[in-house]
C-alpha cells in the first residue's frame, strides 16, 4: 500500500492576535491532526508566504471585511503552491461562497466534527468527493467550485465584459440572464449544511497554541457551546449555526483540566454566543476559579447577569449591547432584553467597582424612526449619569444571509444618525466609535453578492474600489426573496 503524506496550510487570514483567539483553526488543526498521512500547520497573515508546495491551503473565513486580504493570499499562493486545492470554511463560506468562488476550489458548507470532509477534499477526487456527498436530490457539506462555473461558463456570462453593463440596456440583459443562471444554480446545487448534532470531546483541540498577544491574552480557549438560544432577527451567528448545542458540564470541567495541563494559558476564554446563558455556567466559573487561572467570557448578556456571577468573573468593565435605544425597535428585532434589565446589569455592576460599560448599537432598521435615534442617545446618558466611562459602538445594520432579515434593504442614512448620536454624546463626555462608512457598504456588497461580485474582484484590491467598480444600489436595496443569490444553501 502507498503511503501517501499531504501537507496542509490552515490560515487565518488577518493577524495574529486575532488568529490564536479564533477557535476554528484550533479545531482545523485538530481535525487534521487524526489523520496519520496530513501533516498540517497555522498561520496567520504575518507568516503565510512561507507555506511552499504544499497540497491543501484551507482559509477560514470569518469576516467579509478580510476578502481582500483573503484574494492577495490565494493569488500569491498559487504561485509557490501549485499544486495545491483551495479550501474555503468558516460561517462565510457557509452563508453565502459566490463572491469568493473564482478563488477557491471548494468551499466546505458546515461544520467539520464528526465528519472526514475536510480529509476528503484534501485526499480525494471530485468524483470520489461527489460519490460520497452528493445524492440525487441534494447536495451535503462541500460546493465544488467547478460544479458553478462550468454552468457560468457555458452561459457565457463569464465573458461579459463587465465595464459594458453600466449602460441600462446591457445592465438589464446581464441581470436577466444572471438570474436564470442562478435559478439553475438553485436547482441543481442545492447543497444542504453540515454540522454534528452534538458537541463531544473527540474532536475538541485540547493542544492550543496559547499567546499573551492573542486577542484574550494568554489563554486556553473554551467552547461552551455554539448557536444561540435567543431570537435577534438581524444575527447570522444564530441561523448558521443551528440549533443551539452546549456542552455537557462534566466534559467542559474535563477538557479544562486537560488544557490547563497541555498549555501554559493562564487564563480560560469562555466562548459561546451568550456565554451567560448556559445553565451551568456559574457552577462552570467556580470550577475554573479553583484552578487559580482568570476567566474571560466571550460575550454576556444583561438579563442573565447576576450577583454571583459578577463576583467570580471579576470583570473591569460591562459590556452590554442593547442593539437599539427604544423598546419599539428592540421588540421589532426580537432583542428580547428590556431598559429593565440593561439598567440593572449597570446598576449591580457598580456594586462590584464596575465604572466603566460599553454599549452596542445598530441603527438602520427597517421601519426605524428619528424617535428610535433619540432614544440610544437618552438611554446612553441614563447609563452616563450611573457610572463614570461610558464608550458607544455604532453600526449600521448590515441585511445579513439566511436572516429573517436578509432581504432588507442597507440603509444609506445610517451615517448621519451614528453622526447625529456622536453629536449629542460628545456633549456627555461619551466615546462613540463606528466603522468606516465605506468598508460596511463594501461588507454588504460582500456577503450579498454573487458570481459577478467574484468576477470584480479579481481587479479590485480594497473596499472603496469594490464600491467603485460596482452599481451598489444593487447589493444594498431590498432584494426580492426569490432572487436572493445564496437560497442554494439550505441551513436548516
Ligand atoms: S444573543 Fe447574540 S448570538 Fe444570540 S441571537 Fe442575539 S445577537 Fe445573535
Known amino acids: 500500500m502507498q503511503n501517501f503524506n499531504y501537507n496542509a496550510g490552515i490560515i487565518y487570514p488577518n493577524k495574529f492576535k486575532g488568529g490564536i483567539a479564533c477557535l476554528a483553526t484550533h479545531i482545523l488543526n485538530e481535525n487534521l491532526s487524526k489523520y496519520k498521512n496530513i501533516h498540517s500547520g497555522v498561520y496567520f497573515i504575518e507568516n503565510y508566504g512561507t507555506i511552499k508546495n504544499s497540497d491543501a491551503i484551507i482559509i477560514t473565513l470569518q469576516y467579509e471585511n478580510d476578502y481582500f486580504n483573503v484574494i492577495k493570499i490565494v493569488n500569491e499562493l498559487k504561485k509557490t503552491n501549485p499544486n495545491a486545492k483551495f479550501i474555503?470554511?468558516?460561517p462565510c463560506a457557509i452563508a453565502n461562497p459566490l463572491p469568493l468562488?473564482?478563488?477557491?476550489?471548494?468551499?466546505?458548507?458546515?461544520?467539520?466534527e464528526g465528519s472526514d470532509i475536510m480529509y476528503d477534499i484534501i485526499t480525494g477526487q471530485d468524483d470520489d468527493l461527489r460519490d460520497k456527498y452528493y445524492s440525487k436530490e441534494q447536495k451535503s457539506g462541500i460546493l465544488i467550485s467547478s460544479d458553478i462555473l462550468d454552468i457560468f461558463e457555458t452561459s457565457g456570462l463569464s465573458n461579459l465584459e463587465l465595464s459594458n453593463y453600466d449602460e441600462e440596456t446591457q445592465a438589464e440583459i446581464y441581470?436577466?440572464?444572471?438570474?436564470?443562471?442562478?435559478?439553475k444554480i438553485k436547482k441543481e446545487n442545492s447543497i444542504k449544511r453540515i454540522y454534528p448534532k452534538k458537541l463531544g470531546l473527540e474532536d475538541y483541540p485540547i493542544e492550543q497554541l496559547t499567546h499573551e498577544e492573542g486577542a484574550y491574552g494568554k489563554a486556553f480557549l473554551l467552547e461552551i457551546g455554539r448557536g444561540c438560544p435567543r431570537r435577534c432577527k438581524f444575527c447570522m451567528a444564530k441561523c448558521i449555526y443551528y440549533p443551539p448545542r452546549y456542552r455537557k458540564l462534566e466534559d467542559l470541567k474535563y477538557i479544562v483540566d486537560e488544557g490547563l495541563k497541555h498549555t501554559d494559558a493562564d487564563k480560560v476564554a469562555l466562548i459561546a454566543p451568550s456565554v451567560s446563558d448556559y445553565k451551568h455556567v456559574l457552577e462552570l466559573c467556580q470550577y475554573i476559579k479553583e484552578k487559580d487561572v482568570k476567566i474571560s467570557p466571550s460575550s454576556l448578556r444583561a438579563d442573565t447577569l447576576t450577583e454571583e456571577l459578577l463576583e467570580i468573573l471579576e470583570l473591569k468593565s460591562l459590556t452590554i449591547a442593547p442593539e437599539a435605544g427604544s423598546q419599539r425597535m428592540r421588540d421589532n428585532?426580537?432583542?428580547?432584553?428590556s431598559k429593565e434589565n440593561i439598567l440593572n446589569a449597570v446598576d449591580i455592576s457598580k456594586e462590584f467597582g464596575i465604572n466603566t460599560v460599553k454599549l452596542y448599537y445598530m441603527v438602520?432598521?427597517?421601519?426605524?424612526?428619528?424617535?428610535?435615534?433619540?432614544?440610544i442617545i437618552s438611554l446612553t446618558k441614563e447609563i452616563k449619569e450611573k457610572v463614570r466611562k461610558v464608550d458607544v459602538s455604532i453600526n449600521p445594520m448590515i441585511p445579513k444571509p439566511h436572516t429573517p432579515f436578509e432581504s432588507h434593504a442597507f440603509d444609506l442614512s445610517s451615517k448621519k444618525k451614528i453622526k447625529t448620536i456622536e453629536k449629542e454624546l460628545k456633549k456627555y463626555k461619551v466615546s462613540v466609535d463606528y466603522e468606516n462608512f465605506n468598508s460596511m457598504i463594501a461588507q454588504t456588497i460582500l456577503c450579498?453578492?454573487?458570481?459577478?461580485?467574484?468576477?470584480?474582484?479579481?481587479?479590485?484590491?480594497?473596499?472603496?474600489?469594490?464600491?467603485?467598480?460596482?452599481?451598489?444600489?444593487?447589493y444594498l436595496c431590498e432584494y426580492d426573496t426569490e432572487e436572493i443569490p445564496w437560497n442554494f444553501i439550505q441551513i436548516k
Open 88 to 90: 474555503a470554511g468558516g
Open 101 to 112: 468562488i473564482n478563488f477557491f476550489d471548494y468551499f466546505v458548507i458546515g461544520e467539520i
Open 175 to 183: 441581470y436577466n440572464e444572471l438570474l436564470s443562471v442562478i435559478e
Open 333 to 337: 428585532i426580537y432583542k428580547d432584553v
Open 364 to 375: 438602520g432598521f427597517k421601519g426605524e424612526k428619528s424617535e428610535d435615534i433619540n432614544e
Open 448 to 474: 450579498r453578492g454573487d458570481f459577478e461580485i467574484s468576477e470584480v474582484l479579481k481587479s479590485v484590491k480594497n473596499p472603496n474600489e469594490l464600491i467603485k467598480a460596482v452599481d451598489k444600489d444593487i
